[in-house]
């Protein structure tokens, strides 16, 4: 640790880094944090230095979670702590004389914070590694990009924006992609240049949609690259003059996903792998969990009042708790054929979640596999959208019934923790307290102006 | 005793809020004679927001549910920020002069009885105070005449003043704890973890839960 802090000490003074920029990500997913100067950041390195607690504290609306009190809070407002994780140091490419850090938040004292969604996801790498398996994982992230200025699609409250594309959606056209190129050149010299893997890109299926597909990496490494991608397409989109959102539905038609793949290996070899057409017993109890605990689990891949107008069937978002072996309309989609290439890909998330909650809760949901030997149901061998109301595991299709059902699952709470399970759904009921008491309209059947003002720009 | 007034599944606030002001009509048996015996649809609308709910009074059961039947006998538009207010504006209402009878039955049961502020009060602690994270005494102050009336342990850990007529509202479940502190409409004496815990349960009570 000492020599990467001397290490990063000189890289400061030899690159002329004037400011480090330190950032944490709330349970909403935003990027909060500080600029300190070259000498406050060296000087704080070891312990990392102090932010309000109330950066937590607010919804996306701005408004202070008045309703509870978490125990980790002094009695009235106080500090936490952002403590740096220096292998995430990387120069700014926009901006030469800064640099950024991702930090961990924690409490005064040292001890983690409950409501640090990476430090809760690396507890879950690190528990998995105490029972000798390694996770990687790589997210494939949506956006829609328009050609408008920000004051402009505020001015038209982010509805009738003009695609970064044809206005026809089509998917994977080089064509559309070739109205994109100055904005994703642009994204992709400053995701390179901070060290973000990206392994392709394409056009999607909505207009001005554009899909990257990162590297597989360590789970932590794989969320801090979402939020690293996220961070540098709105600023491009600020630079260059035009909008982008992550929102799960900003329109009445079309939806971003956050799709997440994993792979774990015990011993180097591939646990997803099926050898012989079958998945081993390991497997078998991992993936039961997985798909056990995604009533549960939606609540956090799906965190907003809007996540959930993406979730309607033929629309390649998942209604129901299912899995398939390459099967796109299933929740879980298994690919298990190849060692080098075993892995699952959880489908459910939108665009708008937390990417460390995301793997969190596709990880806990695994470990309670294996801890409550959950069995595996067939694959739905049947095309997961469309389905009748009853006899099939629907998925939760609001915020409080999908709080709910996080709330009575006892095998996901246990494997994320009960002190950020609280935290959570309290959250998430104060979402849903927000959007009906604030302006939303609890019978609109399409994307509210209440939900364009709140999410468009921020999630 | 099972309440006859039932919620839609997956309820929104407003019909949380309406079914808890509903059955504060049965702990009078009068009131709750009328409840049982009260029938139509009724059309319960904010006039500053979307928020809108149906009550269907069906003779022996209540349902609230959200939205507006298109076949309401009556509408009632209220504004919503001031129903809290001493003197709030009146609603505006169509079709009880066709429906007068229902239109009576529903004035007296959308307005059920509220004891003084000292008994809302009381009420009030007993059902917050198990609740973890509230404070272990509160002590409450009328501003009206200087009237305090002390609940669990002494001396208070935090304190509330107001008029006697905000204090009976937000006791009541009429207003919500934090809201009317940010207003300016009561005042209090205490740790922010207190205030934030009293108002999760003021909200609580507001809807009933």
């Given at each position: 640790?000492?020599?990467?802090?001397?290490?990063?000490?000189?890289?400061?003074?030899?690159?002329?880094?004037?400011?480090?920029?330190?950032?944490?990500?709330?349970?909403?997913?935003?990027?909060?944090?500080?600029?300190?100067?070259?000498?406050?950041?060296?000087?704080?390195?070891?312990?990392?230095?102090?932010?309000?607690?109330?950066?937590?504290?607010?919804?996306?609306?701005?408004?202070?979670?008045?309703?509870?009190?978490?125990?980790?809070?002094?009695?009235?407002?106080?500090?936490?702590?952002?403590?740096?994780?220096?292998?995430?140091?990387?120069?700014?490419?926009?901006?030469?004389?800064?640099?950024?850090?991702?930090?961990?938040?924690v409490e005064l004292s040292g001890d983690p914070l409950p409501l640090c969604s990476r430090s809760l996801l690396r507890r879950l790498v690190d528990e998995l590694a105490g029972r000798g398996l390694c996770a990687r994982a790589a997210f494939e992230v949506e956006a829609m990009v328009f050609a408008e200025s920000p004051?402009?699609?505020?001015?038209?409250?982010?509805?009738?924006?003009?695609?970064?594309?044809?206005?026809?959606?089509?998917?994977?056209?080089?064509?559309?992609?070739?109205?994109?190129?100055?904005?994703?050149?642009?994204?992709?010299?400053?995701?390179?240049?901070?060290?973000?893997?990206?392994?392709?890109?394409?056009?999607?299926?909505?207009?001005?949609?554009?899909?990257?597909?990162?590297?597989?990496?360590?789970?932590?490494?794989?969320?801090?690259?979402?939020?690293?991608?996220?961070?540098?397409?709105?600023?491009?989109?600020?630079?260059?003059?035009?909008?982008?959102?992550?929102?799960?539905?900003?329109?009445?038609?079309?939806?971003?996903?956050?799709?997440?793949?994993?792979?774990?290996?015990?011993?180097?070899?591939?646990?997803?792998?099926?050898?012989?057409?079958?998945?081993?017993?390991?497997?078998?109890?991992?993936?039961?969990?997985?798909?056990?605990?995604?009533?549960?689990?939606?609540?956090?891949?799906?965190?907003?009042?809007?996540?959930?107008?993406?979730?309607?069937?033929?629309?390649?978002?998942?209604?129901?708790?299912?899995?398939?072996?390459?099967?796109?309309?299933?929740?879980?989609?298994?690919?298990?054929?190849?060692?080098?290439?075993?892995?699952?890909?959880?489908?459910?998330?939108?665009?708008?979640?937390?990417?460390?909650?995301?793997?969190?809760?596709?990880?806990?949901?695994?470990?309670?596999?294996?801890?409550?030997?959950?069995?595996?149901?067939?694959?739905?061998?049947?095309?997961?959208?469309?389905?009748?109301?009853?006899?099939?595991?629907?998925?939760?299709?609001?915020?409080?019934?999908?709080?709910?059902?996080?709330?009575?699952?006892?095998?996901?709470?246990?494997?994320?923790?009960?002190?950020?399970?609280?935290?959570?759904?309290?959250?998430?009921?104060?979402?849903?307290?927000?959007?009906?008491?604030?302006?939303?309209?609890?019978?609109?059947?399409?994307?509210?102006?209440?939900?364009?003002?709140?999410?468009?720009?921020?999630? | 005793?099972?309440?006859?007034?039932?919620?839609?599944?997956?309820?929104?606030?407003?019909?949380?809020?309406?079914?808890?002001?509903?059955?504060?009509?049965?702990?009078?048996?009068?009131?709750?004679?009328?409840?049982?015996?009260?029938?139509?649809?009724?059309v319960f609308r904010s006039a500053s927001d979307p928020q809108v709910v149906t009550i269907e009074f069906r003779r022996g059961r209540v349902m609230v549910t959200r939205g507006a039947a298109p076949d309401a006998d009556m509408t009632i538009v209220a504004d919503l920020a001031t129903m809290s207010e001493e003197k709030?504006?009146?609603?505006?209402?169509?079709?009880?002069?066709?429906?007068?009878?229902?239109?009576?039955?529903?004035?007296?049961?959308?307005?059920?009885?509220?004891?003084?502020?000292?008994?809302?009060?009381?009420?009030?602690?007993?059902?917050?105070?198990?609740?973890?994270?509230?404070?272990?005494?509160?002590?409450?102050?009328?501003?009206?005449?200087?009237?305090?009336?002390?609940?669990?342990?002494?001396?208070?850990?935090?304190?509330?003043?107001?008029?006697?007529?905000?204090?009976?509202?937000?006791?009541?479940?009429?207003?919500?704890?934090?809201?009317?502190?940010?207003?300016?409409?009561?005042?209090?004496?205490?740790?922010?973890?207190?205030?934030?815990?009293?108002?999760?349960?003021?909200?609580?009570?507001?809807?009933?839960?």
């Open positions: 640790m000492s020599s990467l802090m001397d290490e990063i000490g000189e890289r400061i003074h030899r690159d002329g880094i004037r400011w480090v920029r330190t950032d944490a990500v709330t349970l909403d997913g935003l990027v909060i944090g500080k600029h300190l100067s070259a000498t406050k950041f060296l000087g704080s390195l070891a312990t990392g230095h102090a932010i309000s607690e109330i950066a937590h504290g607010m919804d996306l609306g701005g408004t202070p979670y008045l309703a509870w009190w978490n125990d980790w809070r002094p009695d009235a407002l106080g500090d936490i702590v952002m403590r740096p994780d220096l292998d995430t140091f990387a120069v700014l490419p926009d901006r030469p004389n800064t640099a950024t850090v991702l930090c961990d938040n004051s402009a699609a505020r001015r038209l409250g982010w509805r009738g924006l003009t695609p970064m594309s044809l206005p026809a959606a089509l998917g994977y056209l080089h064509q559309n992609t070739r109205h994109q190129y100055r904005y994703l050149d642009e994204v992709l010299r400053r995701l390179e240049a901070i060290g973000v893997p990206i392994e392709g890109f394409h056009d999607e299926a909505a207009p001005g949609q554009i899909e990257l597909n990162l590297d597989p990496a360590d789970p932590v490494a794989a969320a801090d690259h979402v939020v690293r991608i996220k961070q540098t397409m709105r600023d491009v989109a600020a630079d260059q003059g035009c909008v982008v959102t992550f929102m799960a539905k900003p329109s009445a038609e079309y939806g971003n996903g956050l799709h997440v793949h994993h792979s774990l290996t015990r011993d180097g070899s591939a646990v997803f792998h099926a050898v012989d057409g079958n998945l081993g017993d390991e497997a078998r109890r991992w993936l039961g969990g997985v798909v056990a605990t995604l009533p549960a689990a939606t609540s956090l891949h799906c965190p907003n009042i809007n996540s959930f107008r993406r979730m309607v069937g033929f629309s390649a978002a998942p209604t129901v708790a299912s899995w398939g072996h390459d099967d796109k309309s299933a929740a879980v989609r298994v690919l298990s054929r190849s060692a080098s290439a075993a892995r699952i890909e959880c489908r459910v998330a939108g665009g708008d979640a937390n990417p460390y909650l995301v793997l969190a809760a596709v990880l806990a949901g695994g470990l309670a596999g294996l801890d409550h030997d959950i069995d595996l149901p067939p694959p739905i061998g049947v095309a997961s959208w469309g389905l009748p109301p009853t006899g099939w595991p629907h998925l939760p299709t609001t915020i409080t019934s999908a709080a709910e059902a996080l709330e009575a699952d006892g095998r996901l709470r246990a494997a994320l923790g009960d002190p950020f399970v609280e935290q959570w759904i309290k959250t998430r009921r104060w979402e849903w307290l927000m959007y009906h008491t604030t302006g939303g309209d609890a019978s609109a059947v399409a994307t509210t102006g209440w939900e364009l003002t709140r999410y468009f720009e921020v999630v | 005793m099972e309440s006859i007034v039932d919620v839609e599944h997956d309820p929104v606030p407003l019909v949380l809020i309406m079914a808890n002001v509903l059955r504060r009509n049965e702990s009078d048996p009068k009131r709750a004679r009328l409840l049982a015996h009260t029938a139509g649809r009724v709030p504006p009146k609603p505006a209402v169509s079709g009880a002069l066709s429906h007068l009878r229902l239109a009576l039955a529903v004035s007296k049961l959308l307005d059920p009885p509220v004891g003084d502020w000292q008994q809302e009060a009381e009420r009030f602690w007993a059902y917050a105070s198990p609740r973890p994270g509230c404070p272990s005494g509160l002590k409450v102050t009328c501003l009206d005449d200087g009237r305090v009336a002390e609940f669990g342990v002494r001396p208070a850990e935090y304190e509330i003043h107001g008029t006697a007529h905000r204090l009976r509202s937000v006791f009541s479940g009429g207003s919500v704890l934090g809201e009317d502190l940010l207003a300016g409409k009561l005042y209090a004496v205490g740790m922010l973890r207190h205030t934030a815990e009293l108002t999760g349960c003021s909200l609580d009570w507001m809807m009933g839960r």
